[in-house]
């Protein structure tokens, strides 16, 4: 087992013109499972790369526990990578398959015989052996490259995208089987994704990128209750949280419509983004001017079953309120309210303002 750690880490491509990792600190703890979430192109595949030993930085240091693997191969590391489109051996069984790394690092047959075992009946596919890849499914050749990863019993486990190619019901259920198989094996693993449920689901915590920098880490509860910038507020949850600009007075922020709304955060007068997530809020038909509510006129109702999404047009904002069943019509003229304290505040630099609980 290993703790990872990125220091300053750089990466050019095209002698200098795209920047794909930008000074990144990391640090993943011996058994973590860390996500790397974050948009296409943001860096996360680079970033495992380089973590890998499939790249080598352009600046900055890679280290496992205290010793430094900047200019160690791949081999040296002792890690083992799962990639979206499983790159099975297509000639070999799913058997075969598993048993090659375990060869090439000249394991003796009774050895890779037990371990071989152990694996397949941790992954469910103990009686898949004899099948070659053609004849398995999306998951089962999904199970067999993670099997092949594992079996090696590596220091540091990668994943990149491993379950976007699978279908939404098996998604899910892969999901939880690779959560409950890291926890098992206990080995420190960086997981890269860009879909926000299965980071939120599994990981221990969440590091979000974006533009070749990591701009948050922190546990998936504590990324959705206090984004620190404007930036990662509108990228966790859905819905995205609502952010509108405005003024902040005492207590109040004051939105350029004219309404004016309570806030629960303490500060200098100024300009900010009011951010409200969609969960948070309430519509209702009434029309009493209570000074505490935004007002507007609903442009859309989606009826999504389980909750309703309305939008509403506050004087050229768009709002959107994730609510129960509602009556409300297109067209309605509304309130949209919400609890001062689950109000965000950010300041011109998108940065969080106040301590949000
Ligand atoms: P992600 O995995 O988040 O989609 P990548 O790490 O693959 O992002 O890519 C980050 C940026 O680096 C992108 O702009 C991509 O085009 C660029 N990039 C990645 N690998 C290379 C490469 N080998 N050569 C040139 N540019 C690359
Ligand atoms: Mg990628």
């Known amino acids: 087992?290993?703790?990872?750690?990125?220091?300053?880490?750089?990466?050019?491509?095209?002698?200098?013109?795209?920047?794909?990792?930008?000074?990144?600190?990391?640090?993943?703890?011996?058994?973590?499972?860390?996500?790397?979430?974050?948009?296409?192109?943001?860096?996360?595949?680079?970033?495992?790369?380089?973590?890998?030993?499939?790249?080598?930085?352009?600046?900055?240091?890679?280290?496992?526990?205290?010793?430094?693997?900047?200019?160690?191969?791949?081999?040296?590391?002792?890690?083992?990578?799962?990639?979206?489109?499983?790159?099975?051996?297509?000639?070999?069984?799913?058997?075969?398959?598993?048993?090659?790394?375990?060869?090439?690092?000249?394991?003796?047959?009774?050895?890779?015989?037990?371990?071989?075992?152990?694996?397949?009946?941790?992954?469910?596919?103990?009686?898949?052996?004899?099948?070659?890849?053609?004849?398995?499914?999306?998951?089962?050749?999904?199970?067999?490259?993670?099997?092949?990863?594992?079996?090696?019993?590596?220091?540091?486990?990668?994943?990149?995208?491993?379950?976007?190619?699978?279908?939404?019901?098996?998604?899910?259920?892969?999901?939880?089987?690779?959560k409950r198989l890291q926890e098992e094996l206990d080995v420190t693993t960086v997981y890269v994704t860009h879909n926000q449920e299965e980071a939120m689901s599994m990981g221990d915590r969440i590091a979000v990128m974006n533009g070749g920098t990591i701009r948050q880490v922190a546990e998936p509860e504590e990324l959705y209750t206090r984004p620190k910038t404007e930036w990662v507020a509108r990228f966790i949850g859905s819905p995205p949280m609502n952010l509108v600009e405005g003024t902040r007075r005492n207590g109040t922020v004051e939105l350029a419509d004219g309404n004016s709304v309570p806030v629960d955060v303490d500060g200098d007068p100024g300009p900010v983004s009011l951010g409200v997530r969609p969960e948070d809020l309430s519509v209702t038909a009434d029309s009493s001017d209570d000074g505490r509510a935004i007002r507007g006129t609903v442009t859309m109702v989606e009826p999504l079953g389980e909750f309703t999404i309305v939008t509403v047009d506050a004087g050229g904002s768009s709002i959107r309120a994730k609510v129960p069943t509602t009556a409300i019509e297109r067209g309605d003229d509304v309130h949209v309210t919400f609890e001062a304290n689950d109000a965000y505040l950010y300041d011109e630099s998108g940065n969080l303002l106040g301590e949000h609980a």
Not at 151 to 172: Q, T
């Open 1 to 178: 087992m290993a703790r990872i750690s990125m220091r300053s880490v750089t990466k050019y491509f095209d002698g200098g013109d795209t920047v794909a990792n930008d000074a990144i600190d990391l640090e993943v703890d011996d058994g973590e499972f860390l996500v790397l979430l974050g948009p296409s192109g943001c860096g996360k595949t680079t970033a495992l790369r380089l973590v890998a030993g499939l790249e080598r930085p352009s600046e900055g240091e890679v280290y496992f526990g205290d010793r430094n693997v900047t200019d160690s191969s791949p081999s040296d590391r002792n890690v083992a990578m799962v990639f979206q489109n499983y790159a099975l051996y297509p000639h070999m069984t799913v058997r075969e398959n598993i048993e090659y790394p375990l060869k090439i690092r000249d394991v003796p047959p009774e050895e890779r015989d037990e371990r071989i075992a152990e694996t397949t009946e941790l992954l469910h596919i103990e009686d898949l052996v004899d099948k070659k890849p053609e004849e398995l499914s999306g998951g089962q050749r999904q199970r067999t490259s993670l099997a092949r990863a594992i079996v090696r019993e590596p220091a540091v486990f990668l994943l990149d995208e491993p379950l976007s190619n699978l279908d939404a019901k098996l998604r899910m259920e892969m999901r939880t089987e690779l």
